[in-house]
């Protein structure tokens, strides 16, 4: 279906373009954007695909940002193949303890106690003197990608950067859309739906949402580490409940059920506030009107707006069900 | 006589200073299909609800095949092949017909939980996905939201389900509830088919098709077993026939 192509096609032309025409602060612009979208695309995968909502995943976001931080030795740029490996680790491991102990709960509980575990983690930064307490903590240099002395590629380039962040984005997109496929991505999505089916059809639902949650939490930590990167400063605000919550704002406008979907959440979003905040002051209120009208008119997403303008997709695993009704009589 | 699926020794459970279940035993044998019946309340969904494992026993053992499984949690057992169709019917409502009963082939495939290839990739889950459907009379409704089925043919899909794990021993919790005479019909003949080289335990409120269909039977009166045998044995009983049967058992 040529259809389902072009677009990903065209978007595709259009983000490797794009930097090469627009000014350099826009170039960092939708860097931040699609770390942004890196991490809501990693947070779907608890919230959309496994039925768990977390609010503390920018505890795994800021984690490894404080692991780039306190990894890079003074003015001198950290290995980028030494530190984010170590940082993703962290994030992962935070998740592993954190999850592990949440999953015993369900439904709201499981949100609070997600939020608990994050707020401890935003106070462990805030309130002890580990890299700067409630001031934050510079990394002087972006890591550097380097082998054998020889350096690969300059992360300080804003270009450069660009590129590396749509690479992993890029990878990140197909290992989801792989995982949500794979028997793996099934079972989870049935222990989603029916819990108890699941679990007497044979699934071990706790270490299957375990290994969804860990999962989902190392990826949050890359966009962590180069969050960090980018802005050069880590704050505890990185591993606050604000964020966690600005992110799942960000899936809920971009989707539940698709992979991309939370990076267009992303994109939405943080383009609506910098075009709003040029315009007025009061910028967060409309952002707010304007959220809640997505949420309200779209609550699919507004990935919903593409089958609006053109008519619904042929895809076959979207198709509502009455068509599937239809044609299977006529087989 | 037949090697034993499934037995239970003993089971006891009790809610707080409620006793659900009191010292009930009970054998369920490859090749047979044992009923059990009781008045509402005589502690038959219990008694399932434990043997499945979504409930521990207070006292009692519970072995499967040879192995000892009172201790095991609900999936555990499914994986060694305890399959269990529920009262009320719990399917996934989004997926297909297809999507459900793929599922289930999956959780008994050697590996369950693959991260990498598409689901549709494994030969072996499709064709065991495919005669789980045919078995159950779905073919024609493969690609149907399960929401979409009728509730007759909901329950064929929930044992589909149960048939795509492969298992050694099946248990059905009122796979008639709710049904109409015709309905009934089809998902009688179908669970007649079902102890080919399997065992059967049913609980069901409908005594004509207990009687077709069970090869044994035990009786529950208030957490206790009064009676089993076969159904000859059990109509016969006096103990079953003041406490449960009433006229039903000239009739039957």
Known sequence: MPRNWLIPVVLLIVAVAL?????????????????????????????????????????????????????????????????????????????????????????????????????????????????????GAYVNAKPELSIAGYQLLDLASPLVFYFVILAFLLGLIALLTMVVQSPFGHALAAARDNERRARSLGYPIFRIRLTAFVLSGAIAGIAGYFAAAQFGFVAPQMLGWHLSATVL????????????????????????????????????????????????????????LWPMIVGPAKDSDTKPATTAATEATHV | ????????????????????????????????????????????????????????????????????????????????????????????????????????????????????????????????????????????????????????????????????TDPRIILLDEPLAGMGQSEARGIIDLIASLKNGRAVLIVEHDMDAVFELADRLTVMHDGHVIATGSPQEVRMHPAVRTAYLGDHGDAA
């Open chain 2, 1 to 164: 006589m037949s090697d034993v699926a499934l037995r239970a020794n003993g089971l006891q459970k009790h809610f707080g200073g409620l006793k659900a279940v009191s010292d009930v035993s009970i054998d369920v044998h490859v090749g047979e299909i044992h009923a059990v019946i009781g008045p509402n309340g005589a502690g038959k969904s219990t008694l399932i609800n434990l043997l499945s494992g979504e409930l521990f026993v207070t006292a009692g053992a519970i072995k499967l095949g040879d192995t000892d499984i009172t201790r095991l949690a609900p999936d555990r057992r499914a994986r060694r092949g305890l399959g269990r169709a529920y009262q009320k019917t719990t399917i996934f409502p989004k997926f297909t017909v297809h999507e459900n009963v793929r599922l289930a082939a999956q959780a008994r495939s050697p590996k369950p939980l693959r991260m990498f290839g598409h689901v549709r990739n494994n030969a072996d889950v499709h064709d065991r996905t495919a005669q789980a459907i045919g078995k159950a009379g779905l073919t024609p409704r493969t690609h149907i939201a399960a929401e979409q089925l009728s509730h007759g043919e909901q329950r064929q899909l929930e044992i589909a389900m149960v048939l795509a």
């Open chain 1, 249 to 304: 704002v960000m899936v809920l406008i971009g989707g539940l059920r698709s992979v991309t979907g939370p990076l267009i959440g992303a994109l939405v979003l943080i383009g609506l506030e910098e075009v709003l905040k040029a315009s007025t002051d009061y910028w967060k209120l409309i952002e707010g009107l304007i959220v809640i009208f997505i949420v309200l008119a779209m609550p699919n997403g507004v990935r919903q």
């Open chain 1, 19 to 135: 930097p090469f025409v627009v000014p350099t602060y826009y170039v960092q612009f939708i860097s931040k954007a699609l770390i942004m979208g890196i991490l809501a695309m990693a947070l779907n995968l608890a919230v959309g695909h496994g039925g768990m909502v977390s609010l503390c995943h920018a505890a795994f976001f800021g984690l490894a940002g404080y692991v780039l931080a306190l990894l890079s030795p003074g003015y001198d740029p950290a290995s980028l193949l030494l530190t984010l490996p170590v940082a993703v680790l962290a994030s992962a491991a935070a998740a592993l303890v954190i999850g592990a102990l949440a999953l015993r709960t369900r439904g709201v509980y499981f949100i609070m106690v997600t939020l608990a575990f994050g707020e401890m983690l935003f106070f462990l930064f805030h309130d002890t003197g580990i890299a700067g307490g409630s001031d």
